[in-house]
C-alpha cells in the first residue's frame, strides 16, 4: 500500500495474506514477521548491518552441501535448535536434546550386554540403565540407537581410520526394560567454524567445543520418540556447549571401579575388562505419546 | 550451561558472548536472538516447522548467485528490505526506497533535457524537476543516477533485445537544480518466483507483481544519498508492491499532454514529441548530511 510506514509495515505484510492461508502457516509468519520488524525497529538497524547479515546468510548457502548444513549450525549456535527442542520436550520424560548431523542408518544390531569398544582406544565405560514409563514400569520393546565419537573426537563418518558403524548399535532393552553395553569414553569436539558461523563466533570470542556426549534415540509403541544426549558430569566444556545442548537431567556420572563386583552377568566384555574401569547408570523415562 | 531452559537460553546465549564483544555487535546480536527466541516460544514451533524454515534457507542457498541473491529477495517480500529503508530515511528529505537487483554501473552521462527514449517503444513521457534543500533552495551539483524497463518490463541486462545501458542515464542538474529528460513509460513485472520465495508467496496467496517505476539515486556533496524510486499513481499494483517499496511521497503523476505549449527549449525530443505525451513533475529533497 502507497501508505506504508514503518508503524503499519508488518500489518500490511499480513493484509498481503489471502484469507484462506493455512491458519497455522498464517500465526507462525505473523509471529516471525512481528519479530523480525520489531528487531529492524528497535536496533535502527542500518543498511551496512543488514548487507552484512545477507552475507552472511550467502556465505552459508555457498558452505553448505547436503553432510555439511551451516544454517543448522547457525540454528544451533544461536540457541534456536536447542530452544525448538525444549518448547517440544514433555514435562514428564527425560528431555531431548539436538540430533546432531553425525547420525547415519544402518548401524548393527546389538544384545543387551555386547561390546562396543572392540580394539578402540580410551578408558573403558560400562553404560547401562532401563527405559522406564513416567510412572517407573519398565518400556516393553523399547529400541536404544546409540553412538558416539572415538577417543580422538571424531566420528566414524569422520575419521577412514575407523571401521564403518564403529561405536555405532541398536539395541533392544529387555523384559524389564533394560539396556547395557562397554564402550569407550567419548570425547570433547568442535564444531565447524571455518565458515560464517565460525566469523560469528570470533566475532563475540565464543569457542566451537561440545562437551562429550552419548547419543541416544530412545522409541516404543505407544510412546513420543526420545533424541538426546547424555554428557558426563566432569566434562570441562559441560557449562559452555557451544549449541546449548546440556540440561540438568541428562548429565550422568563415570563411577570409577577397581574391581569386578557386582558386574552383571551378561556384559560381554566382563572376562577381559581392565581396571580400573567407569559404570554409567542413566535411566531414559518416555512420555506418552498424544492420541 | 547445564541448568539451560527455555525460559533462561536468551541470557545463557548473551552469557556466551565474551565481555570485549564489540558493543554495537553485542547489542544487535542481542535483539536478534531476543526475537528469535521468543518467536520459538510463541509459537511452540514444531520440529517439522523448524525443518520447513531450514530447507527453504537451504532452498536460497542452491539458488543464489551474485546476480540472484535470493536472500535479498526474501528481506524484500518480507517487508524487511523497505523497513530497514524506512528507519534510515530522514524526515526532512524524500523517503527512500528499495535499489534492487537491476542497477549497473557505467550507464553514459546526458545532459540536461536529454531523451532516454531513442527507439524505445512505448509511450512518451517527459519527465523533470528540481533538487532541493529541505528549506527549498536548490542543490548545486547534484548528480542523478536513473534507470527503469523498458515497455515488455524487462531492464536492459535482462534482455539481449536491448542495447547495453538502454533506458539508463546519469544526469547533472542545472546551476538551479533542474533536471530533465524523455523517456517511456516503464512497466509492472514480477519478482523471480520460482525458488523458496515463491513458494512462500504461493502458501499465503500472494502474487509477485511489482508496480512500474523509475529508479533514481541523487546526490550531492554535504547531503545524504537518496536511494529511491518514483511510482505512477495509476498503477494496478500501487497498493500491492510485492516487496513494500511504495511511499505515498514517492507517487508521481501522469499528467496527459496534447500539445507542445509550456515545453522547456532545452528538451531534445521537442520537435519529434507526437501527440499525446504525459508529463511527469517530481521534486527530490536531499536532507543534508550528518556532521
Redesign the interface.
Known amino acids: 500500500?502507497?501508505?506504508?510506514?514503518?508503524d503499519n509495515?508488518?500489518q500490511?505484510?499480513l493484509n498481503?495474506?489471502?484469507?484462506?492461508?493455512?491458519p497455522r502457516?498464517?500465526?507462525?509468519?505473523e509471529?516471525?514477521?512481528h519479530?523480525?520488524?520489531?528487531?529492524?525497529?528497535?536496533?535502527?538497524?542500518?543498511?551496512d548491518?543488514?548487507r552484512k547479515g545477507?552475507e552472511l546468510?550467502?556465505a552459508?548457502?555457498?558452505i553448505?552441501t547436503p553432510e555439511r548444513?551451516e544454517?543448522?549450525l547457525f540454528?544451533d549456535v544461536?540457541?534456536?535448535?536447542?530452544?525448538?527442542d525444549?518448547?517440544?520436550s514433555p514435562e514428564d520424560g527425560t528431555p531431548s536434546s539436538v540430533l546432531g548431523p553425525f547420525h547415519v542408518l544402518g548401524a548393527p544390531e546389538a544384545a543387551v550386554g555386547a561390546d562396543l569398544k572392540g580394539d578402540n582406544e580410551g578408558k573403558t565405560v560400562v553404560v547401562g540403565g532401563r527405559v522406564l514409563t513416567p510412572d517407573g514400569q519398565p518400556v516393553v520393546g523399547a529400541e536404544l540407537e546409540i553412538w558416539q565419537t572415538a577417543d580422538n573426537g571424531l566420528y566414524s563418518n569422520q575419521d577412514a581410520a575407523q571401521p564403518e558403524y564403529n561405536l555405532r548399535s541398536h539395541m533392544n532393552a529387555d523384559d524389564d526394560g533394560r539396556y547395557l553395553f562397554s564402550t569407550v569414553r567419548p570425547a570433547p569436539y568442535t564444531v565447524p567454524d571455518d565458515g560464517p558461523v565460525g566469523e560469528l563466533l570470533r566475532?563475540?570470542?565464543?569457542h566451537p567445543w561440545r562437551p562429550s556426549h552419548l547419543h541416544f534415540i530412545v522409541t516404543a509403541p505407544g510412546f513420543r520418540s526420545l533424541v538426546t544426549e547424555v554428557?558426563p558430569s566432569d566434562d570441562p566444556y559441560?557449562?559452555?556447549d557451544a549449541v546449548?545442548g546440556?540440561?540438568?537431567k541428562l548429565?550422568m556420572e563415570y563411577q570409577e571401579r577397581t574391581s569386578l563386583d557386582g558386574l552383571p552377568d551378561d556384559l560381554e566384555i566382563r572376562d577381559r575388562l581392565t581396571l580400573p574401569y567407569y559404570v554409567v547408570d542413566f535411566d531414559f523415562v518416555l512420555a506418552r505419546a498424544e492420541t
Open positions: 500500500m502507497r501508505t506504508v510506514s514503518k509495515i508488518t500490511a505484510f498481503y495474506c489471502s484469507q484462506d492461508t493455512d502457516l498464517k500465526f507462525v509468519l509471529k516471525l514477521v519479530h523480525l520488524h520489531d528487531f529492524v525497529r528497535e536496533t535502527d538497524l542500518t543498511h548491518e543488514w545477507l546468510l550467502y552459508a548457502g555457498e553448505s548444513n544454517f543448522v540454528s544461536l540457541g534456536l535448535s536447542s530452544l525448538v525444549m518448547v517440544n566475532a563475540t570470542g565464543r554428557f559441560l557449562d559452555e546449548f546440556v540440561r540438568e548429565v
